[in-house]
Antibody, heavy 120, light 105 residues
Framework: QVTLKESGPGILQPSQTLSLTCSFSGFSLSTYGMCVGWIRQSSGKGLEWLANIWWNDDKYYNPSLKNRLTISKDTSNNQAFLKITNMDTADTATYYC????????????WGQGVMVTVSS | IQLTQSPSLLSASVGDRVTLSCKGSQNINNYLAWYQQKLGEAPKLLIYNTNSLQTGIPSRFSGSGSGTDYTLTISSLQPEDVATYFCYQYNNGLTFGSGTKLEIK
């Protein structure tokens, strides 16, 4: 059974760096073809894909946010991470991690999401 | 690729046949999925590759389309189908539509 769960700080101040963790089970990010992505959802911009990390450590970022994003993984502990620098109130959103269906472009399993509020 | 969903809000009666639209700014080559999101929950995959039904999804849901125009159809609307539906393309970049909110009349 595939499950994912996000964790994060909940609230942070403008200009701070957001660090998110995705803990998953039911698959391994060391398996050929596996990929985990991060997606966020805000009332202003809807659903927005942020970044993907693959089993071979290839990384892909949303071009509009690329200079602020860093995705990484810890295969031995079944975790993926996302850092976003220089957070702004516009980054207030629910952040999801999701598994990309093996060999496919769509996300088949999603975490429950973690709400992140940026406020001074 | 930008995705435009219509209508943004749809009100229909139980038992109705419901059609939701998703139009791409470029050819999507059938690399389109549909997600259902109920209030307070994560998106749930319904349809992938335009018309393939995800395991466990009721057969009243179906997808169709080609090129830039795609459709999600619910053949007989049920009360539990109240949700927002998003399309998502993975042909060129990864983008989501803005959603159609489906209500029961």
């Amino acid at each position: 059974q595939v499950t994912l769960k996000e964790s994060g700080p909940g609230i942070l101040q403008p200009s701070q760096t957001l660090s998110l963790t995705c803990s998953f089970s039911g698959f391994s990010l060391s398996t050929y073809g596996m990929c985990v992505g991060w997606i966020r959802q805000s009332s202003g911009k809807g659903l927005e894909w942020l970044a993907n990390i693959w089993w071979n450590d290839d990384k892909y970022y949303n071009p509009s946010l690329k200079n602020r994003l860093t995705i990484s993984k810890d295969t031995s502990n079944n975790q993926a991470f996302l850092k976003i620098t220089n957070m702004d109130t516009a980054d207030t959103a629910t952040y999801y991690c999701a598994r990309r269906a093996p060999g496919q472009g769509y996300f088949d399993y999603w975490g429950q999401g973690v709400m992140v509020t940026v406020s001074s | 690729i930008q995705l435009t969903q219509s209508p943004s809000l749809l009100s229909a009666s139980v038992g109705d046949r419901v059609t939701l639209s998703c139009k791409g700014s470029q050819n999507i080559n059938n690399y389109l999925a549909w997600y259902q999101q109920k209030l307070g929950e994560a998106p749930k995959l319904l349809i992938y590759n335009t018309n393939s039904l995800q395991t466990g999804i009721p057969s009243r849901f179906s997808g169709s389309g080609s090129g830039t125009d795609y459709t999600l159809t619910i053949s007989s609307l049920q009360p539990e189908d109240v949700a927002t539906y998003f399309c998502y393309q993975y042909n060129n970049g990864l983008t989501f539509g803005s959603g159609t909110k489906l209500e029961i009349k």
